[in-house]
């Protein structure tokens, strides 16, 4: 599974199927699009951290906006 | 009809003026005013908690307090826990330790967590269950919620879990 798939996977986990998954594209932004308050990102944080095996930073979860901008965080902070 | 007045606050780091009823509810004001619905109206008699928001850093129970109280005062809900770094650690410790069930009394007890940890940072679980006792929890028994207060406490200080 790419980082991309996992992803949309784990947004629509944190969403609890509030959301259609065509919804989901690079330029989506988490809060004004998705339907993500402040609590479902920290709910996608904690998915995230757990699927990837990271310890994330809540100020650098905050300040990935998009789906692309998270997708690019993991890209670059993934385990090999 | 009421009279109005205008009053000026800070909500959540942004200024805002607004003409009301001098007696109308803060919870009102929120929920109905300014569409800031994460703030809860559970006992609406002081009771519960659930309506807990801050002003100027104290925890206040938004249903027993006029909106002309909140004349230059600084107010932070729910909506504006993420502007502070202590509010991220504080909801990433409820979600982390699995401190939400059905959320109703969440953003209530997130508040008083962070005023609580503002008053002592490193609080024991009997001091948390102190600190945490006007906001009730129908769902979780507590224990939860006391882990992750605990947590929050510990990401926040920096330092270690025992």
């Known amino acids: ?80 | 009809m009421s009279s109005t007045v205008t009053i000026r606050f800070d909500l959540n780091g942004r200024e805002r003026v607004l003409d009301t009823a001098p007696d109308r509810r803060v919870l009102d004001l929120l929920r109905e005013d300014l569409g800031l619905t994460g703030t809860k109206e559970g006992c609406g008699s002081g009771e519960c908690g659930a309506c807990t928001i801050l002003v100027d850093g104290e925890s206040r129970l938004a249903c027993l307090m006029l909106a002309a109280q909140l004349q230059g005062t600084q107010v932070t809900t729910v909506e504006g826990l993420e502007l502070f770094s202590e509010g991220r650690a504080i909801q990433h410790a409820f979600v982390r330790e699995g401190a939400v069930q059905c959320g109703f009394c969440t953003p209530g007890m997130e508040l008083a967590t962070l005023a609580l940890l503002r008053r002592e940072p490193r609080p024991t679980r009997e001091r948390i269950r102190e600190g945490l006792s006007g906001n009730l929890c129908r769902c979780t028994g507590y224990v939860k919620i006391v882990d992750a207060v605990e947590r929050a406490a510990t990401d926040i200080g920096g330092g270690e879990r025992e």
């Open chain 1, 1 to 80: 599974m790419t980082t991309t798939e996992k992803v949309h996977e784990l947004i629509l986990k944190a969403r609890k199927g509030q959301l259609s998954p065509e919804k989901i594209k690079p330029e989506a932004d988490l809060l004004n699009d998705l339907g993500f308050d402040s609590l479902a990102r920290m709910e996608l944080l904690v998915l995230t951290e757990d699927a990837f095996g990271l310890t994330i930073s809540k100020e650098d979860a905050v300040a990935a906006r998009t789906v692309g901008q998270m997708i690019a965080y993991l890209e670059s902070h993934k385990k090999a």
